[in-house]
């Protein structure tokens, strides 16, 4: 059986008056409060990780699971360097987990563990990528990915675009507002019904567009096609 992965990244927009340490430490203290399996209680927890002569600052976590990662990096916090409104320039902390396991039930994953590790992370974002399905979907696509690359100020699938509706997404309020022209309320009420799980989350709206852990290409493609329209996305 071919071995399925999910990556749920995790954007925070980063900000000069937030120091690595402070973010790091604010990030630490709300997963030691998570429950198994993501919660770091009993785990060796990185220190604030440091720059030295890059742009960013890297760390990571081991957990017992087997198959189970958490990584992260931080933005350079350096007073001359300027962030534009870009997702190239967030904090991203990534969790990776196979979709069959015997220690994680993947649809608990997806509608419970996750939404909590967003949480936790506090960030405005987060996209969970199934066997790399967007870097097909958007191959397909590639005219009109090209065609928003070409306009000024699109962030594609970043901090003002919504272009790829991923299995699992969390927008906040201001990303609703700026990719899609209306709240988190308006966002559930048109996909009530239509989705395994949308609900509020922070500020904003968590949503499981597809829970079946062997996802095909096809069925990704097809659910894409479905409720794009529903959001009123292009």
């Known amino acids: 059986m071919k071995r399925n992965i999910l990556d749920f990244y995790m954007h925070f927009r980063a900000r000069h008056e937030e120091s690595i340490e402070e973010r790091h430490e604010a990030f630490a203290n709300n997963m030691l409060n998570l429950p198994t399996p993501l919660g770091w209680r009993g785990l060796k927890i990185p220190p604030s990780p440091d720059c030295g002569e890059y742009l960013g600052a890297s760390f990571d976590i081991e957990y017992p699971v087997r198959g189970l990662e958490l990584q992260g990096r931080y933005v350079f916090r350096g007073e001359t360097y300027e ?131 062997d996802l095909t290409f096809e069925e990704f493609c097809a659910y894409n096609d479905r409720l794009k329209p529903v959001l009123g996305l292009q």
């Open 83 to 213: 962030y534009e409104d870009e997702a190239t320039y967030d904090d991203k902390v990534w969790i990776t987990f196979p979709t069959h396991s015997q220690h994680l039930d993947y649809r608990e994953m997806l509608h419970q563990h996750l939404a909590r590790a967003m949480e936790a992370f506090g960030g405005y974002s987060a996209h969970g990528y199934f066997n790399g399905y967007v870097v097909k979907y958007e191959d397909l696509h590639g005219a009109e990915i090209q065609a928003l690359r070409n306009r000024p100020g699109v962030d594609v699938n970043g901090r003002n675009n919504i272009f790829t509706l991923n299995v699992t997404q969390y927008w906040d309020a201001e990303l609703c507002q700026r990719a899609l022209g209306y709240g988190r309320d308006e966002v559930i009420k048109r996909l009530t019904g239509k989705v395994p799980l949308v609900r509020p989350l922070m500020d904003g709206v968590y949503v499981v567009f597809n829970d079946n852990p």
